[in-house]
């Protein structure tokens, strides 16, 4: 389908929704008029049209960067027209904020990189802007059928039939994110999703040398360039221009993929937090270098304003800042949808605590206050209550005993370096869990109706938090879901048929008549009462963390 025959196409479903000669002043009546499964469709198409003008907007705000270098002087197309740079002039033009527009001019640079880039591969003589009318990109990249993952134009998944993008794999020549900027532009994902997988990935490591001075992967091992590498193996890096070694591109190209599919339920939040820790665990070096400067950052500053107010401000270390939301965690938690209690005490308190008038802010701010207080004489239960706050990390172990050199919170899938694991260890003790390379822990059988500690532990390090499609609710907030009930399906309290889900959605599950299904150790299923299914995939993090990364499939094919 070309670029502006699915425009067409969107907006004739939105005249027929709601009228050809409708009036700017009558859009909320018309809507208002619409039945719930139109007015799912009406939104889901002005969402394609969105899509369809942030493309547009996101390449043409390239090319006006391209024509605003800062060695063009005043002679730049940004400078010419009075402004400093081309975010400031695709700001004025679109009325959006320095961030947003930044945002686009980010974008549209890395399309016009891998439209180049394409060019130069082919040998073509024409680097060119945009598209021919067809909506061919430069360089004989196109949109076509093949599937990507991730919403397409019509705003549903890839595998209902979205738009999707087609071309050449990304190798040498081309930049790693060339999976990115073919899915913006078949509308399979937004600017914003493209931009958070992109920043959150960073760039491949640069090359490092092994002992001996044999070239090394990322976790120091030599690598035997003569055969090439799977997609598994973590190359040696490339330079940030974006060409380098073959394994590291292939490495972080096989990322962006798998992430693009993630897409289509996760928010731009998710996903850059997803491509964070991902890029920590194919880079362990380089997410201890992280880790120490962001250490070295550490920083609590206090002062007046103007008005007598005493402000403060706080940089947190990764470790501190994961203990410190473990705290506000275990004494927010009924506030904030966390699991229901059994224990009557715990109950009351969690009643108490719901109903207090103060705001969430200020409910952290006294917490905060109590703790400087009581310090290292603190009654912990009296500040905290029964449920202490504590910070578990999740370290995978290979047979052999070796450990992983980065893990994980239980929480929030923050990565570290496993040196924090090994003072922590000392610190406080390990609890071992085994699991196979999808992280699905052992099963222990139908002792007992409810979930014992240690197998919610086992459920925490295997779904990372609620498996609810698109919910981003940690492994703490979540409660223990029987797959097969207890009752009606003598239901074995066996982590294999457990699930993660947060209150609201466990909640939502037996009031809404949705049921979640699996086949033996495959993914879980949810299925709606209308007969739609919905697979509930294993956060992207969580499955670097046990296993290689599988070998993309070929999503890019040559335009004739």
Known sequence: MGLFTEADTQLALLRGLLGDALEPADLVSAMDRLDDDHCVRAITAADALARFSERLRAVGAGTLAARSPRDAGHGGLAQSRGHRNAIALVQDLTGSSQAEAARQVRVGEALREIAQADAVRLGADETGRGTDPGGAAVGDVAVGDAAVGGRGADGRGAEEGASVCAGTPPGRGMPWHAALGLAVLSGAITTAQHDAIRRGLGEPPAPRAAPGG????????????????????????????????????????TAAEQLIAAAGHDSPEQLAGAARAIRDILDPEGAEARFLARYERRALRTWTDRDGARRASISFDDEGGAFFDAIVAAAMRPRRGGPRFVDPEEKAAAAELTADPRRNDQLVYDLFLDLVRAGVLADAKAVLGARQPGLRLVQPVDVDGTAGAVVMTEDGLTALPSGVAERRRCEAGS???TVDPCGNPLDVGR??????????????????????????????????????????????TDVDRGILLCRFHHMNLHHGRWRITRNGKQGFVLHHRDGEQIPLPQRPALRYLFRGIDPPPQRFRRVA
């Open 214 to 253: 044999a070239p090394a992967d990322a976790r120091g091992g030599p690598v035997d360039v003569g055969r090439g590498e799977d997609a598994g193996d973590v190359g040696r890096g490339e330079d940030p221009a974006g060409a380098g070694d073959d394994a590291a591109c292939q490495a972080w190209a």
């Open 447 to 492: 002792e007992s109706r409810l979930f014992t500690s240690r197998q919610r532990i086992g459920l925490a390090i295997r779904d990372g938090g609620c498996r609810w499609s698109g919910c981003d609710r940690p492994a703490s907030y979540c409660e223990a879901h029987h797959i097969d009930e207890w009752h009606r399906d003598l239901g074995n």
């Open 431 to 433: 609890v071992t869990v």
